[in-house]
């Protein structure tokens, strides 16, 4: 079942509970309230223990190294996929990650980075003639669902990039995992399909598209990671000082498990 416009809303605000910075935000509120209070014993143990949690939120969630070692439990789960086998595929997937829209300053409805770098992944499979399908999936963003949408933008891409106009089949109506594997579901039926997503992503959409009925073959693109397990090969001690960068990374990486925990939990997968 797709979400209607008012649970899309619900589960995109419910997703902020999932956030490292929701939580600094409200530590450091509930801190700022009770600084202006009148002091007492109690409330300076709530103050210190505030304050001790903001820092861990800080220091511990934001470091480079928690936020490798997060996405390494995601991204091992599937190895890159096999350049040498000879195997074809009914289509090869590609799930979108993200659109921007038009504006004055911005000329045409723009795709992430994130998207682009998949569609990328999944035109350079179809030119190697693994699939003779190249289907593109993903929606509008947007809760009223009337912005951009992912797979117009990625399909516009691919084809300029020199896939077959004809070769291409999008779905422009979902707007989560759950919804992209419905949506591949109602475009190409069942069949064996090479689903590109990025490698952290990987393990919750194969699971989902497997429920579906397909016979799932992994490609996953876009790694953090250079090595795993030793990523202590490339460990520098600038890796222990945190940053917005892996704090951004380790909540991608929370969310993933949280979402793949949820779908669990409904039955979806």
């Known amino acids: 079942m797709e979400l209607s416009p008012f649970l899309f809303g619900l589960y995109k605000l419910v997703k902020f509970a999932v956030y490292p910075y929701t939580w600094l935000c409200l530590v450091t509120g509930a801190l700022a309230v009770l600084t202006f209070l009148p002091s007492s014993p109690a409330r300076r143990k709530w103050i210190r223990a505030l304050a001790v949690t903001a820092v861990a939120v800080l220091w511990l969630l934001g470091s480079p190294l928690t936020a490798?070692?997060?996405?390494?439990?995601?991204?091992?789960?599937?190895?890159?996929?096999?350049?040498?086998?000879t195997a074809r595929f009914d289509a090869v997937v590609v799930l979108g990650a993200g659109i921007v829209g038009k504006g004055s300053l911005r000329p045409a409805d723009q795709l992430t980075g994130l998207s682009m770098q998949r569609t990328l992944c999944g035109v350079d499979l179809y030119a190697e003639g693994r699939a003779p399908r190249l289907v593109l999936t993903g929606g509008s963003p947007s809760l009223s669902g009337e912005g951009p949408k992912e797979a117009v933008e990625m399909r516009r891409l691919a084809i300029?990039?020199?896939?077959?106009?004809?070769?291409?089949?999008?779905?422009?109506?979902?707007?989560?995992?759950?919804e992209n594997a419905l949506g591949v579901k109602r475009v190409l039926g069942e069949g064996s399909v090479l689903l590109v997503t990025s490698a952290s992503h990987m393990p919750r959409a194969a699971g989902l598209f497997r429920k579906q009925?397909?016979?799932?073959?992994?490609?996953?693109?876009?790694?953090?990671?250079?090595?795993?397990?030793?990523?202590?090969?490339?460990?520098?001690?600038?890796?222990?000082?945190?940053?917005?960068?892996?704090l951004d990374a380790f909540t991608?990486?929370?969310?993933?498990?949280?979402?793949?925990i949820t779908y669990w939990a409904t039955g979806k997968l």
């Open 68 to 85: 490798t070692i997060a996405a390494g439990l995601l991204e091992s789960r599937y190895e890159p996929f096999d350049r040498a086998t």
């Open 160 to 178: 300029r990039l020199g896939v077959p106009e004809d070769a291409v089949l999008i779905d422009d109506l979902s707007r989560t995992t759950y």
């Open 213 to 246: 009925g397909f016979t799932v073959n992994p490609a996953p693109c876009t790694y953090r990671l250079q090595e795993w397990p030793n990523i202590w090969s490339n460990f520098d001690l600038l890796d222990v000082i945190p940053s917005l960068g892996s």
């Open 252 to 260: 991608n990486t929370l969310v993933e498990a949280v979402g793949t």
